[in-house]
């Protein structure tokens, strides 16, 4: 895979797992999180809601791995863009 990765939900089961396997594999990849950083990982503040903090963990990005928690979706998007399992 060519270009740096975005990973979001870095910090999470999942994200923090690709985060680990992409590191042992010595990947080029920035991890997105909302928190706190990860130690020996490069990494970007990222807020789903502020559409500036998504362009800016964008850039020089090629490839995305977007992971998000139905209560981050609903919480994030007006109402109508992000549908919970039950609504649709």
Request: aromatic share 4%.
């Amino acid at each position: 895979m060519a270009g740096k990765i975005l990973i979001t939900g870095a910090t999470g089961n999942i994200g923090g797992e690709i985060v680990r396997l992409l590191k042992e594999n010595s990947a080029d990849f920035i991890a997105a999180t909302n928190s706190r950083s990860i130690d020996g990982v490069d990494s970007v503040a990222l807020n789903f809601a502020d559409t500036q903090s998504l362009e800016t963990a964008m850039q020089g990005i090629s490839t995305l791995f977007m992971e998000m928690t139905t209560k981050t979706a609903l919480s994030t998007y007006p109402q109508g863009m992000a549908k919970s399992p039950g609504s649709m």
